[in-house]
């Protein structure tokens, strides 16, 4: 009935919503009422009536009353019949709105932009009253699946650890064009767009998740420029913030914490070691694809070498090398030797042969026995059974390692100068979850 008595039918210029609204001027005096609380209301069978076009009187009046009543005059005239007529005095009609004016030059644009800096205020505050992370991380299996992290209690006692250097951060690119003596005196990044927080945690999400930079990008309503510039940043922070951690244990903190089963079979053990390879995108280059390409994995790769304590702890992390390099050569380089004392025992797997290296500061390598026999002695066998057991400690360190999703598909060569810093801090960030038992 209403939209009958505004006389608009719905259509592609109009359509009835709940946001679709009758002024009162357009309904009789008695329809509206007010509220207690200063709000206007019509009573439910109430019609609007009142327009430009309506006749606000339903009785027929004469001709001459009619126009009388345009004249805005009240009169009391006799009809030519005889019959004595009464007019009231003409109320002028509710002129009709101006619905379909358009606004003046320019308004149109400015609203646009209000609008938008609205919206722009809007993101900001969302963003400072409710940081990613808290939308995310709510229970103890959420901060181990979204950042590795064993539990909330261990998330919280990290970040409050590392907030206030973390809160001085310069990124990346300023870094870049600041140059390496200037960086020092920089004052932190000031238009940061989100929390720092939520900074860590794309970070997180990057390496722990290994979602896409597209993906976190769309999730955090940030360009692929600024989540690029976030991963590299953090990864280089926290490479330098865990690489000042002494995770070389001395022999006295080894034979400490050592497991019994380690002092019954290996009491002079004091790392466990083992290369593993993260697969990588095929360079163009020859040469460089040569010296990338690992005949173990039938594909280019990265190496990197890894030990661990009887404990279970990581306690040394080689950088990457090429997938090309022994590990023999790997050990030589990677500076491994020189961490050694004169009596200390290395466990590795056969494929290790590494003897004459740790002869140089009086180390021994525990290696299972070749065969060179029909069959192994009893004292050979009870060897290699002992060290296959407490060799694979290190095997499932590893996998512990690559459980941060960003190395389950094949690394983007854009990574390589930044995978290192993302390789260690992982590896470190393995002795956060606990201690690896032996089984």
């Not at 190496?303 to 950088?319: C, D, E, I, N, Q």
Request: with cysteine; aromatic share 10%.
């Amino acid at each position: 009935m209403w939209v009958q008595a505004v006389r608009r039918e719905e259509g592609p210029l109009f359509k009835v919503t709940k946001c679709t609204y009758i002024c009162s001027a357009h309904f009789e005096e008695g329809d509206v009422f007010l509220t207690p609380g200063g709000l206007k209301h019509v009573r439910k069978d109430a019609v609007p009536c009142h327009f430009a076009w309506a006749n606000r009187s339903s009785r027929r009046k004469s001709p001459y009353a009619r126009a009388t009543e345009r004249l805005g005059s009240d009169v009391r005239e006799i009809a030519e019949n005889g019959e004595e007529v009464e007019m009231a005095a003409a109320v002028p009609a509710v002129p009709d709105h101006d619905y379909d004016a358009r606004p003046p030059a320019g308004a149109m644009d400015a609203a646009l932009r209000r609008i938008e800096e609205l919206e722009a205020a809007v993101r900001r505050l969302s963003l400072v009253q409710q940081p990613q992370l808290r939308r995310f991380c709510v229970s103890d299996e959420d901060f181990r699946y979204y950042t590795r992290l064993p539990s909330e209690r261990i998330f919280s006692l990290f970040w409050q650890a590392i907030e206030p250097s973390a809160s001085l951060l310069v990124y990346w690119s300023k870094a870049q064009r600041m140059g390496v003596e200037a960086v020092s005196e920089a004052t932190p990044s000031p238009q940061r767009k989100l929390p720092i927080i939520d900074e860590y945690f794309m970070y997180s999400l990057r390496t722990a998740v290994g979602l896409k930079e597209k993906v976190l990008a769309d999730m955090f309503g940030v360009s692929v420029s600024t989540v690029s510039r976030v991963i590299i940043t953090w990864a280089n922070y926290l490479y330098l913030i865990l690489g000042s951690m002494p995770i070389w244990m001395t022999r006295d903190q080894v034979r400490r914490w050592m497991p019994p089963k380690f002092k019954v079979y290996c009491p002079h053990v004091r790392v466990i070691v083992d290369c593993t390879e993260l697969r990588c995108e095929t360079p163009t280059a020859l040469t460089l694809h040569s010296e990338t390409y690992s005949t173990y994995k039938s594909h280019t790769t990265f190496k990197g070498l890894v030990g661990v304590s009887p404990s279970g702890a990581v306690t040394f992390v080689s950088k990457l090398y090429t997938g090309a390099i022994s590990d023999k050569e790997i050990t030589k380089q990677s500076g491994f030797i020189g961490l050694l004392e004169q009596g200390d025992g290395v466990m590795a797997g056969k494929g290790f042969l590494i003897e004459s290296l740790l002869e140089t500061v009086g180390a021994s390598l525990l290696i299972p026995p070749f065969k060179h026999r029909a069959q192994f002695s009893r004292e050979e066998t009870e060897r290699t059974q002992a060290i296959a057991r407490l060799r694979i400690l290190v095997e499932r360190v590893i996998r512990r390692i690559k459980e941060y999703h960003i190395f389950d598909s094949t690394l983007p060569l854009t990574l390589s100068g930044s995978i290192n810093q993302i390789w260690t801090n992982c590896c470190v960030l393995v002795n956060f979850q606990g201690p690896m038992e032996l089984g």
